[in-house]
């Protein structure tokens, strides 16, 4: 199995633009620490990504899913992470070069200026559906119709992490505390493709020999954190299938396509983006 990245690094001109308007320290009264218990927010919906590099795509749909999530539909409509990454590739000018990654700054400005899709069964292996042949601006309208009304639905506000060491966990901890969503990306290294679904590994927390660096960047989301022999770590939604990885949750039960990493993948994570979602 072959699994893809696709997060390319934010512009450094964004970085210094967003410390001045987006960024938040999580300052409060009292910070988590490293003997605080668990906490995980919902984690609705697994992702794939078998044939493209959408990882910033599928990571804030992940967002979406879970925390503006409507409780007691029968059948609610996941979004579709092909379609932010496409829209992301569009606002870079790169509409229909589908074997590209993009970067989530450009992600969250199409998450917010334009919505997003429902998700269509079979859309992750789909080079239509990814953009291929798009045009410039715009879909079909029952897509810019749904996007339109996504977007008026959940209210969204970005911020992003900025700073050093133990400033960028406490802003980190607070965020999720907050029910606020939390994506970074990162660097990978080969041990972090090879992590394999078995339970054995399920308590591991990952390292910096696995994440970090600037090689194969991609994408996850932040869905919980937790504490370890007096250090923090944090639970890290992948969107390789249900079939990499694997982790235990507080309770004992199965959390498929997840990790537990350990404080430092999050402090050297390149970019740390956090988004609320308001009903």
Not at 122 to 129: A, C, K, L, Q, T
Request: charged residues 25%.
């Amino acid at each position: 199995m072959m699994f893809l990245t696709g997060a390319h690094p934010d512009r450094q001109e964004s970085r210094e633009r967003d410390r001045v308007d987006f960024n938040f320290d999580g300052t409060v009264a009292e910070h988590l620490h490293a003997t605080d218990s668990d906490f995980i927010q919902p984690i609705r919906f697994m992702r794939d990504q078998p044939k493209f590099p959408c990882c910033v795509g599928q990571t804030l749909a992940e967002i979406v899913d879970a925390l503006g999530y409507e409780g007691g539909l029968p059948e609610p409509t996941w979004a579709s992470g092909v379609s932010i990454w496409r829209e992301a590739r569009r606002r870079q000018g790169l509409i229909e070069v589908i074997e590209l990654g993009t970067r989530l700054e450009y992600a969250i400005e199409g998450l917010i200026g334009r919505g997003w899709d429902p998700y269509r069964e079979g859309e992750d292996i789909d080079d239509e559906e990814a953009g291929k042949g798009a045009a410039p601006a715009g879909d079909d309208i029952d897509d810019e119709m749904f996007a339109d009304g996504a977007r008026l639905a959940k209210d969204i506000q970005r911020y992003r992490i900025l700073g050093l060491g133990s400033g960028v966990l406490d802003a980190v901890d607070e965020a999720l505390r907050r029910g606020w969503g939390v994506g970074i990306g990162t660097g990978l290294l080969p041990p972090f493709f090879a992590h394999k679904r078995v339970p054995e590994q399920a308590e591991q927390v990952l390292g910096t020999e696995y994440l970090g660096g600037s090689k194969d960047n991609h994408a996850m989301r932040v869905a919980g954190l937790g504490a370890y022999e007096g250090r923090r770590k944090y639970l890290l939604q992948n969107s390789w299938s249900i079939f990499w990885g694997g982790a235990h949750s507080p309770d004992g039960g199965w959390l498929p396509g997840c990790c537990w990493v350990d404080e430092n993948v999050i402090v050297g994570a390149h970019d740390v983006h956090v988004m609320e979602v308001k009903q």
